[in-house]
């Protein structure tokens, strides 16, 4: 297993802006040092022919299908509206007048 130095480990924590303590760099080392390991290892595994992935999971678009319809009158859009005036939708003033 490798351990990240004092100055690897102070360069990753100004990189993601942290201030840490001696004792924390310590850790940090080691941790960080375990998942170089681990990203070493995985380097290791032969992925000749296997196809890259966008997700893990297969996805699905469900789509209905484009079909043209007629469009909604103004009475029909109009008759849930709670109030309107002169066909169109009437709507209380958020506005003040200056």
């Known amino acids: 297993m490798r351990e990240l130095t004092g100055p690897e480990v102070d360069h990753v924590a100004h990189l993601a ?9 310590e850790s940090f080392g080691r941790q960080l ?24 999971f297969a996805r699905h678009d469900v789509l209905r ?3 043209s319809r007629p469009a909604l009158g103004p009475d029909l859009v109009l008759r849930n509206a709670p109030e309107q005036e002169a066909g ?7 506005l003040e007048e200056s």
Not at 17 to 25: K, P, S, V
Not at 34 to 40: F, N, R
Not at 88 to 94: A, D, E, L
């Open 33 to 56: 040092g375990e998942i170089l390991t681990y990203v070493e290892q995985l380097s290791t595994v032969d992925t000749e022919g296997v196809e890259p992935l966008l997700a893990v």
């Open 65 to 67: 299908e484009d079909v």
């Open 17 to 25: 802006r942290l201030e840490i303590t001696l004792a924390e760099r």
């Open 88 to 94: 169109q939708f009437r709507i209380p003033r958020i």
